[in-house]
């Protein structure tokens, strides 16, 4: 089964830090996907990478950036947090090869910025 | 453009009684198809895809879903339903030339009375 841990369900911030979400996977897959999860709005795409070193821009990069020095993990950064980026955050990877195009979804990070 | 919709946000069904998510894409080509579920502070789980092929396709958790390319539309089945099955469920397509990325319903609660 592939298995795409993030590295904190919970985690609390202070306004202004810089905070890091990790993820990784185990099925070396290619491709990997930051989102943000709000009511009401659905899963938008934060970010996404098909390579090594390699990153696109989602649906709402603003405020973010991302890593990916290594195949299996995909970095998340607020760079300077805000309370409007209190949120769930869902990483996820899936594989170039076609019969193994569904995304698999880590448990989530609840972020919350005070 | 490619979209994914499901029309109903929130469905109550008592245990036992039978289920039907409906999701409708609009693609001009045959998509791929799936279905996610969200319990409550976790991540998404894959039930089933669809590529190609039979158009009933089986998932994990007794659902199923069937294909109608008439008309557009990709439902969750499941004949029978367990107090367990409360959650929120995700259809998704893939969307069409841009890798891995897939493009999300809005999402439909379930709520299972006793």
């Known amino acids: 089964d592939v298995k795409v841990t993030q590295s904190s369900r919970y985690l609390v911030k202070r306004t202004g830090e810089k905070v890091f979400l990790e993820c990784v996977q185990d099925?070396?897959?290619?491709?990997m996907f930051w989102y943000r999860q709000d009511p009401g709005l659905g899963l938008r795409l934060i970010y996404f990478s098909y390579d090594v070193k390699m990153k696109e821009k989602g649906d709402i990069p603003e405020g973010y950036s991302v890593s990916r020095e290594k195949k299996e993990r995909f970095s998340l950064i607020l760079e300077s947090a805000s309370t409007n980026q209190t949120s769930m955050y869902l990483c996820?990877?899936?594989?170039?090869?076609?019969?193994?195009?569904?995304?698999?979804f880590g448990d989530g990070t609840r972020l919350s910025i005070l | 453009a490619q979209s994914v919709t499901q029309p109903d946000i929130h469905i109550t069904v008592s245990e036992g009684a039978s289920l039907e998510l409906r999701c409708n894409y609009s693609?001009?080509?045959?998509?791929?198809l799936f279905w996610y579920v969200q319990s409550p502070g976790q991540g998404l789980q894959l039930l089933l895809k669809?590529?190609?092929?039979?158009?009933l396709v089986q998932g994990i958790k007794g659902f199923e879903a069937e294909f109608k390319r008439s008309q557009s539309s990709f439902n969750l089945r499941k004949p029978s339903v367990h107090w367990s099955d409360a959650a929120e469920y995700f259809c998704a397509s893939l969307l069409y030339n841009q890798g891995g990325k897939l493009i999300f319903g809005q999402g439909t609660e379930l709520s299972v009375k006793p």
């Open positions: 693609y001009g080509a045959t998509p791929y």
């Open positions: 669809y590529f190609s092929g039979d158009t």
């Open positions: 996820a990877s899936s594989s170039r090869d076609r019969e193994n195009r569904p995304q698999h």
């Open positions: 099925m070396d897959h290619e491709n």
